[in-house]
């Protein structure tokens, strides 16, 4: 069966991914291919790997569906790799389409989708690295609903890693700064309590359309004003319900052995589904009106909590883009020596840094 190539989506340093269609069975969906040079595809390779591992295990992971390998007349060899299509394009675009933000019950269920899918990768012992917004896909469904998949596994730690850099290896982190947490950034450290970290950033920016971290080094990136970037308080908002707080206060544990799991995260009634929660009010019967958002015991939510269904069944403007502007960028090593002090702050948001090849030691950055 052979997939044709209609359409450019997105390039990035190492390849490109294309849209692309069976001719000979126009009935099937499209499918998008992840392309590089067979000589640089250790990343696609490595996403391949991981993918086949994950397959099944959740709805909330993007779907392997096939890798071949071609001649191309411009490019030589070529690895592709074949991968379910996102019409809906990355969870970046659909806060953009949203008007820079979603409301509260909307980023419940998102933030339940994601949950989902961590709580897979996390049980086959992997840690995503480099979870963000523009990594995460969004696909209709049949039924009129939307679900968020969690895609570009090209940074991903996989089990076992630390044997392979040995020593070496807590020099090195990987990730987008925005998103990183401090143990990653400042002491290399790659756990799964670095995902959270970045969901915690996720649902803040679902929330408020601004990064929960904010650049504080003025005009210079080097190591001094990255470690006050990361040493930062994260941006909890105001107008968030009490529960949402209590959450984020879990992600954002500085400590990461003191930092929720996924599986923790999605018991935490900020995220059960509206019969879920009623259920455990009705059953416990425990007041709400001395709910500590700091220590909460059980699933009762607070009175000023509500939870409602997705209430957007009908495509936002510009569905049917797919934008990966920032989807190949995670397997590239970019260190932004001068940055202007308008774009700094972007520059750290979208792009990945991979030190994969050397020691990150205290001074590279200076």
Known sequence: MEWVKVQVL???SYGLVSLAVNFE???????AIKSSRLRDSYSLEKEKR?????EGSSPHIIMFLADTINFDEELGWVYDLLLEYA????????LKNRGGCLPEYDVQDC?????????????KGYVHCDLKPANILVVPCQDGTTCLKIADFGLTKEPGEEM?????YVFKFRGTPLYMSPESFLCGEIESALDIWSLGCIVVEMLTGKPAMRWVGGHQMNFLSGCDFVMQDPN???NMSDMGKDFLRKCFARNPRERWTAEMLLNHPYVLPEPTVMSATISLQVPTDGWNSQHWDSNVPPPEWRSQPWDSNVPPAGWCSFSSENSLSSSCSQVYYTVCNETTQQRWQEKAWNFEEDAYMAGALV
């Open 111 to 123: 933030t339940r989708m994601i949950l989902k899918g961590l709580c897979s990768i996390h049980d």
């Open 50 to 54: 991981i993918l086949e591992d994950l």
């Open 25 to 31: 069975d126009p009935s099937l969906p499209f499918i």
């Open 164 to 168: 392979q850099y040995k020593y070496s």
């Open 236 to 238: 909890i908002p105001e």
């Open 10 to 12: 997105g390039k990035g």
């Open 87 to 94: 019409p809906g394009g990355t969870l970046s675009d659909l």
